[in-house]
């Protein structure tokens, strides 16, 4: 079952850049972003890792950790994050575990085929793992921006 807005974070176990691991015991304490996206070295991808890594010391100043998650492996993310100066760690999902718990794989056509993919789409989960915000679909244009003013208002209450 998918996680609701305003209900906890079921568990979950993934392996992260740097090699970290990340759960809802590490992020204890802190607020985090979830940002999923299609594929590493993508431009709009890239766009939208960039706008995050732009405004990372804001969302460290609003006790806001950030992840990016897709399905490519840790190697292809080490590389992803070397090159664009990354400064967050970014989640290997190769058995979808988190883009189930999410609910992030949609059918997406390209060149006229059909095939199950990631929808962009971004959560905001509060300092005790609940779930407050969520983004599907996402355009990259001003969604950074959006997602740190609801990161900051909920750092605030």
């Known amino acids: 079952m998918a996680v609701q807005i305003d209900q906890h974070v079921p568990p979950f176990h993934a392996h992260a850049t740097s090699e970290s691991q990340v759960s809802l015991e590490t992020l204890k304490g ?8 299609p594929k590493d070295n993508t ?25 990016g998650i897709s399905r490519d492996s840790l190697k292809t993310h080490e590389n992803f994050k070397a090159k664009q100066g990354f400064p967050f760690e970014l989640i290997s999902d190769k058995g979808e575990q988190l883009c189930q718990l999410f609910d992030v794989i949609k059918l997406k056509k390209l060149y ?8 962009r789409s971004t959560f905001l989960i509060d300092s ?4 407050r915000h969520e ?9 950074v921006e959006a997602v740190l003013r609801a ?7």
Not at 43 to 63: I, K, M, V, W, Y
Not at 112 to 119: A, I, P, Q, S
């Open 30 to 37: 802190k607020q985090a972003v979830f940002y999923f996206y």
């Open 43 to 67: 431009p709009g991808c890239t766009t939208e890792g960039q706008g995050f890594r732009d405004l990372h010391e804001a969302f460290g100043e609003a006790n806001t950790l950030v992840f």
């Open 112 to 119: 006229g085929k059909e095939y199950l993919g990631v929808d």
């Open 128 to 131: 005790e793992g609940m779930l």
């Open 135 to 143: 983004w599907r679909s996402v355009k990259v244009p001003g969604h």
């Open 151 to 157: 990161a900051q208002a909920l750092h605030r209450k």
